[in-house]
């Protein structure tokens, strides 16, 4: 049957829907040979995957669109590769036009996410994990189950799953919890310095075998497994083409500076003179590490002047007005580098922050200096 006819029997179907396909989805496909859709869950949105990247599909309806397909080419004509070349142009007569297509999804790329929420958490007891976000009970999938329905890309899957703390226990993902990550971490650096490993030049093998030197008999429950030991090193880490790993030593500093606030300045504000040498006092004995206070704006605010005290953003508001409310509440004036990390995620169409801080606060330059307060 000729593609005409065809056409003229179909009814129209919203469940097909076509695909604009862009320049990065082309050369995805080029390169790669496959795109996969993937959701979360079925009654979720569905993203565009190839090996490296993601895409959003948005959905574009419309009543006014022909769709022209070379459709009555005859059988026999010039072998001419580009007719507008010779300014000559296809004769339209070899065209079929088709008008009952109304829809059209969009590519847009974006950043491919990790659908973690509902993943046990594992905080180093023996065969005992908890629930996710305070969640009765928590999904047990496999690894390979979580990467297929998360809305994210393998390379992408590869890239976050360690910086969130992933690891697999008996078979099972699951986050690590903050605390036993640092009880790993910091073994993990004692334990390497004790054998003289280089942390420039890492192997993962011998850097287990150093965790696990004095752990304990044989048979004895070890908390310190190898894909411990393994989301360790990919969250701490650069991994190079060999697949050997280089610490990363201003994520370890961030990391020990964030518990410090968590431990030393909590209830209480501390002078920020006398919290360097707190956070000096954390890191593992003989352990050199450069402290970059700047490191931790988005987790500390002054309540007088140059004292801190730990704050989490994830108390903040989500209605714009009310986090900048909320935040001169507990800090009269901000430096706008202190206050950027908190304001962050609400300048989605992505503005300069100092323009966008202007729609809900008063802006003062003083010097090099910016300082943010309220109306």
Not at 38 to 53: F, P, R, T, Y
Not at 213 to 228: Q, Y
Not at 236 to 252: D, H
Request: charged share 25%; proline share 5%; with cysteine.
């Amino acid at each position: 049957m000729p593609a005409s006819a065809l056409y003229s029997k179909l009814h129209t179907d919203s469940e097909y829907k076509l695909l604009q396909l862009d320049s990065t989805l082309l050369k995805a496909l080029e390169n790669e040979g496959k795109l996969a859709f993937k959701a979360a869950k079925e009654s979720d949105s569905v993203v565009l995957c190839s090996k490296s990247n993601t895409w959003t599909l948005k959905q574009k309806n419309h009543s006014n669109t022909v769709l022209v397909m070379r459709e009555f080419v005859p059988d026999e004509i010039p072998k001419i590769e580009n007719w507008s070349s010779l300014d000559v142009r296809e004769p339209s007569g070899f065209s079929l036009g088709f008008t009952k297509q109304s829809y059209e999804l969009e590519p847009r790329l974006t950043t491919g996410e990790i659908n973690y929420g509902t993943l046990p958490i594992y905080s180093g007891e023996a065969h005992k994990v908890s629930g996710a976000s305070g969640l009765p009970s928590a999904t047990c999938l496999s690894l390979e189950d979580l990467r297929k329905c998360s809305p994210c890309s393998d390379e992408e899957f590869a890239q976050k799953w360690p910086a969130l703390g992933g690891c697999v226990v008996n078979g099972v993902a699951c986050i690590l919890s903050r605390e036993f990550v640092s009880r790993a971490l910091h073994i993990t650096l004692m334990s390497c310095m004790a054998e003289s490993l280089s942390f420039e030049d890492l192997d993962e093998s011998q850097a287990f075998a150093a965790v696990n030197k004095d752990m304990g008999e044989a048979g004895e429950f070890n908390p310190f497994s190898k894909e411990v030991i393994s989301t360790i090193l990919g969250k701490f880490c650069s991994r190079s083409p060999l697949g050997k790993f280089k610490l990363q030593k201003e994520t370890i500093s961030q990391w020990y500076g964030i518990e410090a606030l968590k431990k030393f300045a909590s209830r209480v504000s501390i002078p920020q003179d006398e919290f360097m040498i707190k956070w000096k006092s954390l890191f593992p004995p003989y352990f050199s590490c450069d402290l970059d206070f700047r490191a931790l704006r988005g987790y500390y605010y002054r309540p007088l002047g140059s004292c801190i005290q730990y704050f989490s953003k994830e108390t903040l508001p989500d209605d714009p007005k009310e986090r900048f409310s909320y935040l001169f509440k507990l800090q009269s004036t901000w430096d706008l580098d202190e206050i950027a990390p908190f304001i962050d995620q609400l300048n989605t169409k992505g503005i300069k922050i100092e323009s966008f801080v202007m729609k809900y606060a008063r802006r003062k330059r003083q010097g090099k200096r910016i300082t943010v307060s309220a109306r």
